[in-house]
């Protein structure tokens, strides 16, 4: 049975200070489940209704398990169809290998504010072997409810950092090491010669990057419009631009 505390712990879990309070997040249904369960995140507990238990012995055996009805698991759901499990995760310490950043690409995110964007950028990540993304604390956190979704697990395979990026940026500062930053008036990636190290900007979605890592950007580019008519769409959503200039940047590992 789910206490009622434990029910609002969970429900406050919507909010980050609650998620930094309880050290905290929330992963909901039973794909993310599993993704997580195969993953080095430590968990808390799962939230299950009686079909998973008797399905996933395995994992109750080894977990802190409580069992729900249908009730109790709306309660502590987002979904509008009711999930059959919840865990909660705990909040991962990490740091990074300078190292490791040095000799390889890595996602910079500068004001990004939908955690939805945040979850699709991880996905996008993830998909092309980018293992570390830095974060002004001016961006969305990953943690939300909706970032996990929309990671699709990604979350627990990508480490995420946020810090103060004027600061950051300039530690790695060398001409082997470029920082690539997003602009309308960039050059067109489509004609670049691009590199397998450095740093990508991704800006805010309304605003782009901002004054303060714009002086930090060596190289602006853009992706060209390929539309037909002048009142075409202004401007790409940013999980969209960054599948694409990161499939420009892995392309010449195929070369």
């Known amino acids: 049975m789910l206490s009622k505390h434990l029910t609002n712990v969970i429900q406050n879990l919507e909010k980050k200070k609650f998620r930094e309070k309880y050290n905290l997040y929330k992963v909901e249904g039973d794909k993310l489940v599993q993704e997580l369960l195969l993953s080095d995140m430590k968990i808390d507990s799962l939230i299950a209704r009686p079909s998973w238990i008797e399905s996933n012995q395995q994992h109750v055996k080894k977990y802190n398990t409580i069992e729900v009805n249908e009730i109790e698991m709306g309660r502590i759901s987002n979904f509008k169809s009711l999930p059959e499990v919840i865990a909660l995760a705990e909040i991962p310490v990490k740091t990074y290998n300078p190292e490791e950043i040095k000799d390889s690409l890595s996602v910079v995110l500068n004001g990004i504010q939908d955690p939805g964007n945040i979850g699709t950028i991880l996905r996008v990540c993830d998909w092309f072997g980018i293992r570390n993304i830095f974060c002004d604390h001016d961006c969305a956190n990953i943690f939300n409810p909706k970032s996990v979704q929309a990671s699709m697990g990604a979350i627990f395979r990508v480490n995420v950092f946020y810090l103060d990026l004027v600061s950051f940026i300039p530690q790695f500062a060398n001409p082997d090491f470029p920082c690539y930053g997003t602009f309308l008036e960039g050059e067109n990636i489509y004609r670049m010669h691009l590199p397998n190290k ?18 930090l950007v060596n190289h602006k580019i853009t992706i060209p419009s390929f539309a037909h008519s002048l009142y075409s769409t202004e401007s790409l959503n940013v999980g969209v631009a960054t599948g694409i200039i990161l499939s420009e940047f892995k392309r010449i590992e195929y070369k």
């Open 198 to 215: 450095g740093f990508i900007v991704m800006g805010n979605e309304g605003n782009g990057i901002s004054a303060g890592i714009e002086q």
